[in-house]
């Protein structure tokens, strides 16, 4: 076979173990939080399925520690939650900016936080270092602009508005408009120019989703219902189209031992919090995260 047919070839590397137990872990949720405080060791706001699930899906980790922040009334670009971000990632007695031995798994809007935090050069990554994003929205989604048109307008079907509810998505202070958080993830918001081929040199892995009713769960039909309000025209998980998510430059693979992992599942099921599927490798979520560091495979070009 000549060169220009081997260059065309796709081969299937491993990603062998290089976290232990002496990692810590540091969890940073996305969208809809309306309250800043303090990192905490546990997962006060059960936004990743509660203490029991996160520790037991995650072996590899020494401590556990969850960052609490303002993900309502502030863009995705704000530098005090890239601070606070950073500090949380640094962890107490650090000298410097630089984030060591350290695995910091981000949700949501919260992938674009920490992205954002490094290009701005608020900290660092060491090569001890992981970033595991999970259902990030790189590119934007078009969401907001549907969950702006739902705070003037209730003919959207109930299952919709219970979730759009949760996310705390219309401002008071401005009748029929979402909070600056929501009008951030705009795919025309300015900041998002480069961020994806950023991000796709700093993640270590990823997991997109792929299906808006994803893992049977009581989120199952409202973001089955936000799907279809929306109307992405391709794959998405509910919140966000698929191609949003996919880092450039990256293979994804629809079975759980791949680095970059595109799942059955929806938005929220990316906060690990229901499990897994009974049936199929593209729907194993909790058993990706938890063998993170045995055996994965990335794609390559060779």
């Given at each position: 076979?000549?060169?220009m047919?081997?260059?065309?070839?796709?081969?299937?590397?491993?990603i062998?173990?290089?976290?232990?137990?002496s990692h810590?872990c540091v969890f940073?949720?996305g969208?809809?939080?309306?309250?800043s405080?303090?990192p905490t060791?546990?997962?006060?706001?059960?936004?990743?399925?509660?203490?029991?699930?996160?520790?037991r899906?995650?072996?590899?980790?020494?401590s556990r520690?969850?960052?609490?922040?303002?993900?309502?009334?502030r863009?995705?670009?704000n530098?005090?939650?890239?601070?606070?971000?950073?500090?949380?990632?640094l962890?107490?007695?650090?000298n410097?900016t630089v984030i060591?031995?350290?695995?910091?798994?981000?949700?949501?809007?919260?992938?674009?936080?920490f992205a954002?935090?490094?290009?701005?050069k608020?900290c660092?990554l060491?090569?001890?270092?992981y970033?595991?994003a999970?259902?990030?929205p790189?590119?934007g989604?078009?969401?907001?602009?549907?969950l702006e048109?739902?705070c003037s307008n209730s003919?959207?079907?109930?299952?919709f508005h219970?979730?759009a509810?949760?996310?705390?998505?219309?401002?008071?202070?401005?009748?029929g408009?979402?909070?600056?958080a929501?009008?951030?993830?705009?795919?025309?918001?300015p900041p998002?120019?480069?961020?994806?081929?950023?991000?796709?040199?700093?993640?270590?892995?990823a997991?997109c989703?792929h299906?808006?009713?994803?893992?049977t769960?009581v989120?199952s039909a409202a973001?089955e219902?936000?799907?279809r309000?929306i109307?992405f025209g391709?794959?998405n998980?509910?919140?966000v189209?698929?191609?949003?998510?996919?880092l450039?430059?990256k293979?994804?693979d629809?079975?759980?031992?791949?680095?970059f992992?595109s799942?059955?599942?929806?938005h929220?099921d990316?906060?690990?919090?229901?499990g897994?599927g009974?049936?199929?490798?593209?729907?194993?979520?909790s058993?990706w995260?938890?063998s993170?560091?045995?055996?994965?495979?990335?794609?390559?070009l060779?």
């Amino acid at each position: 076979m000549d060169s220009m047919k081997r260059c065309l070839m796709l081969a299937q590397v491993l990603i062998g173990s290089a976290a232990s137990a002496s990692h810590r872990c540091v969890f940073m949720h996305g969208l809809g939080m309306p309250n800043s405080s303090a990192p905490t060791e546990i997962d006060t706001d059960d936004y990743w399925g509660g203490d029991s699930n996160i520790i037991r899906l995650t072996p590899f980790c020494s401590s556990r520690t969850y960052i609490h922040q303002d993900t309502v009334t502030r863009a995705w670009d704000n530098a005090e939650m890239h601070k606070a971000v950073c500090e949380a990632a640094l962890g107490e007695g650090s000298n410097d900016t630089v984030i060591r031995d350290t695995v910091l798994f981000a949700h949501s809007m919260g992938n674009l936080i920490f992205a954002d935090a490094l290009r701005q050069k608020a900290c660092s990554l060491d090569t001890s270092s992981y970033f595991v994003a999970i259902s990030a929205p790189w590119y934007g989604s078009k969401a907001s602009q549907v969950l702006e048109e739902s705070c003037s307008n209730s003919s959207l079907g109930e299952a919709f508005h219970w979730l759009a509810n949760k996310l705390h998505r219309c401002d008071p202070d401005r009748p029929g408009k979402v909070f600056h958080a929501y009008e951030s993830l705009h795919p025309a918001y300015p900041p998002f120019e480069g961020l994806a081929e950023f991000a796709a040199e700093q993640v270590s892995f990823a997991m997109c989703g792929h299906s808006p009713y994803g893992l049977t769960s009581v989120y199952s039909a409202a973001m089955e219902g936000l799907a279809r309000a929306i109307g992405f025209g391709e794959k998405n998980d509910g919140m966000v189209p698929l191609s949003s998510c996919l880092l450039p430059g990256k293979a994804y693979d629809t079975h759980w031992q791949s680095a970059f992992y595109s799942a059955g599942i929806n938005h929220i099921d990316g906060t690990l919090r229901s499990g897994d599927g009974s049936l199929g490798s593209s729907r194993q979520p909790s058993q990706w995260v938890s063998s993170l560091f045995t055996k994965h495979t990335e794609t390559v070009l060779v």
